[in-house]
């Protein structure tokens, strides 16, 4: 089946840095999201991107659908303490009813 | 609208036991979903349904029963539970649109013993 690998696994910043994530997939998405999952909490949608090449802003994220269909990547500005949590990227692909996800990007900062 | 629910919030099983993950929707989606969560692992499928009667199975669906009778509710059964089924349950649901994003419960933490 798809697999989506998904780097880096666990990020260590301090409060007001940039943060770079990604994902990459061994076959084409249609469809990239990603998502945020605060302890104890479901995953929330933060972007849904839908076209390859597609850049998207949430505040102070911004993801990118990447030009080869196989890969997304997240980032983050001026990180605040809230951003913490685990990011989940996900793929959809047409003709098939299931996401795909990540196995996830753990932040923390660091006071 | 309450968006996706699920009940109960944490439950404890002894092996063999049997029970029903609860998981509802408000907003009228036609596609539903049961995933797990263990560590390191992400989430994984467990069954789908993209509408009432429709179900199938997804990555990981053996020892779990669905059902769909209605576009609200969806349902999980845990036929006979054992400790590779502690794992935390997420429900989801999603508009019939095909890759739109799903909106996920708060989660039932399950722990066999």
């Known amino acids: 089946g798809q697999q989506l690998n998904q780097s880096p696994q666990s990020m260590f910043i301090q409060e007001g840095e940039d943060v770079s994530m990604n994902c990459t997939s061994s076959s084409i998405f249609n469809t990239w999201l990603w998502y945020k999952q605060d302890p104890g909490e479901g995953p929330v949608l933060l972007i849904a991107l839908y076209k390859a090449g597609e850049l998207t802003s949430n505040g102070r994220l911004t993801a990118q659908f990447g030009t080869t269909r196989k890969d997304s990547f997240l980032n983050i500005s001026a990180s605040i303490p809230s951003d913490v949590g685990i990011y989940f990227c996900a793929g959809h692909s047409f003709g098939n009813e299931k996401l795909t996800f990540g196995t996830g990007t753990r932040l923390t900062i660091i006071p | 609208n309450a968006g996706v629910t699920q009940t109960p919030k944490f439950q404890v099983l002894k092996t063999g036991q049997s029970m029903t993950l609860q998981c509802a929707q408000d907003?009228?989606?036609?596609?539903m979903s049961w995933y797990r969560q263990d560590p390191g692992m992400g989430l994984r499928l467990i069954h789908y349904?993209?509408?009432?009667?429709?179900?199938d199975q997804g990555e990981v669906p053996n020892g779990y029963n669905v059902s769909r009778s209605t576009t609200e509710d969806f349902p999980l059964r845990l036929l006979s539970a054992a400790p590779s089924q502690t794992s935390v349950y997420f429900c989801a649901s999603r508009a019939g649109t095909k890759g739109s994003g799903q909106y996920f419960g708060p989660g039932t933490r399950l722990t066999v013993t």
């Open positions: 349904s993209v509408g009432a009667g429709i179900t």
């Open positions: 907003m009228n989606h036609e596609y």
